[in-house]
């Protein structure tokens, strides 16, 4: 069993920055991928970025790079996500999740634990 919680999120006007964080307990945080994927109203949930467990390996969706920035510290078991130059269009509940793959995977349904997610606003 996992658990993970979020914080980090809130209001922010467009060219701001925030950094989330994921707080991870239970099994080997330190053997599994993680990822942050985010889902805004009325869209389907959608991959941002993810990073392998010994964080050598990161894979960014084309709609972030270059502005986000995953990172992780094993030893605390928590994962961040640095967002830079923000837009309106990053507005969603971000949500970061965990897979027994080896390396950052798109797909959401090979992710298996999730948490409650938290809320990133960014105004124009």
């Known amino acids: 069993q996992v658990q993970l919680v979020e914080s980090g999120g809130g209001l922010v006007q467009a060219g701001g920055s925030l950094r989330l964080s994921c707080a991870a307990s239970?099994?080997?945080?330190?053997?599994?991928?993680m990822g942050w994927f985010r889902q805004a109203p009325g869209k389907e949930r959608e991959f941002v970025v993810g990073?392998?467990?010994?964080?050598?390996?990161?894979f960014y969706a084309s709609s972030v790079k270059g502005r986000f920035t995953i990172s992780r510290d094993n030893a605390k078991k928590m994962v961040y996500l640095q967002m830079d130059s923000l837009k309106p269009e990053d507005t969603a509940v971000y949500y970061c999740?965990?897979?027994?793959?080896?390396?950052?995977?798109?797909?959401?349904?090979?992710?298996?634990?999730w948490g409650q997610g938290t809320q990133v606003t960014v105004s124009s």
């Open positions: 239970g099994r080997t945080f330190s053997s599994y991928t």
């Open positions: 990073i392998s467990w010994s964080g050598g390996s990161t």
């Open positions: 999740a965990t897979t027994p793959a080896t390396i950052p995977l798109a797909h959401s349904r090979l992710y298996d634990y």
